[in-house]
């Protein structure tokens, strides 16, 4: 059957309706299973049964979601009941601080059947997350060779090329033929993960290249493979940061990079569903200190209430704190502001902090990107320094406008207009300049955007008003 055009887009246009009944679905079933929840845990009655049977047919992520929204006495019981292959698959699904109480609940056979599904990497993972009593009980529980490869990863940091590689990968000598290499996958894939790229390596295990999967098929049997081996675009070293990985992967547009140690040795690969994790997490991250808050480790519901106050109380408090500044400002010119102009305040600092905003986003974003680099960075000053004055100048102009409308006189206008156009550019220009300051101090640039920036260009924009507005009147 060949699908026609239209009934492609008929298809399409079901997607959103599927997704949303399966949610509500899944969402059913958590309700039913929680009216009734000893009940289901003993599995002994057909309504037990057959919730349990449409649990287990969900996506273990969809299974782990809904597991999630139980207390944590439900989830122990719930989690207790379930088979070494159920508890298997759910766990690869759970958040470390899940996958860490849930170590607990386990016999030491079932935590060591558990561990061996997973792969070493994501083993290494969550045993970063462990303390040092509990990582010492788990490693003793796995054999020597296992116990080295995850010593060898926790050395790195976690979030380093290093930290985030997948060292349980296939790589060829150079001197392979083609016949040899296919023999070698045949044997080793259930072992050894092989992708699309395949990287060669020397006598000294030094990558030497890489080859595609598909040209094992398209060349002859007795071909080397280091006839047609290419040379991979981007290499990284152990300890070069996850979100310099990231930028070099898009940059160059990889699915897969290899990772090497100081010697050129190669050590694992950093592939596109860890770059999806990286560039996510780095991303949520960005989110959190342009809000003025540092990143949490956990989700928001395993993290307690009384972490989430302390974090976000201070930094409210020194913003206050921060903030009355403007007070101080506008009692000091009190009489300027008397009258009309005290209507038009709120305009003018509310111009400058979205402005400053915006273009404090734009330059995060070209930084993160790598678009905005140490190479264009004057240039890029330059454009901004421009936009600054063309901003100024139009929204000057259209706050003369609104301000003469409101008074009916030119010069409390004027200098409304004057104002404006000052805090614009100056809102622009350090909007453009704190992500670059903060960059070269080794601070993340995402800290200049959101409060603190608002709350310095509210301050700054309060007193080039009042300033400017007695040098005219007055």
Known sequence: MVLELSDNAAYASMVPAILKVGAAMEWELLNQIQLVFDEFIEGETKKAQKLWKDFLKLHPADGVALMGELSWDKFRLFFASLDLE??????????????????????????????RTMSIDDVADLFNQLSGGELQRYLKLLRKRERERIL??????????????????????????????????????PRKEVFRLIFLVDGSGIISGYIRLEDLVLKSADTLLSSFAQISPAIFTTDIDQEDVAKEMRHYDLDIAPVV????????????????????????????RMSALHPIKNTYFETSFKRLFFERSGILILLLLAQSLSSTIIQRYEAT??????????????????????TSALVIQGMASGEVNKDNMMRFLRREILMAVALAFVLGVVAFAR????????????????????IVTVSVVLGSAMPIMLKKLNIDPAFSAGPFLATLMDIVGVFIYCYISTWILF
Not at 91 to 115: C, G, N, P, W
Not at 261 to 282: A, C, K, N, P, Y
Not at 403 to 422: D, G, T
């Open 337 to 358: 502001l008397a009258g009309l102009l005290m209507y038009f305040i709120t305009m003018l600092i509310s111009t400058g902090g979205n402005s400053s905003s915006q």
């Open 403 to 422: 301000a003469y409308y409101v008074c009916q006189s030119f010069w409390p206008s004027f200098a409304v207009s004057s104002s404006l156009s000052a």
């Open 261 to 288: 140690d100081g010697q050129s040795r190669f050590l694992g690969v950093i592939t596109g569903e860890t770059l999806v994790h990286v560039i996510g997490e780095e991303a949520s991250e960005d989110l959190y």
């Open 152 to 189: 060898s990863l926790l050395q790195f940091d976690p979030r380093s090329a290093g930290g985030i590689m997948d060292p349980d990968v296939l790589a060829f000598d150079s001197n392979l033929t083609v016949d040899k290499a296919i023999k070698t996958i045949q044997k080793l894939q």
């Open 86 to 115: 159920n508890k298997a698959a759910f766990f690869a699904y759970f958040t470390h601080k899940m996958q860490r109480y849930s170590l607990a609940l386990l016999e030491d056979v079932e935590i060591i059947r558990i561990l």
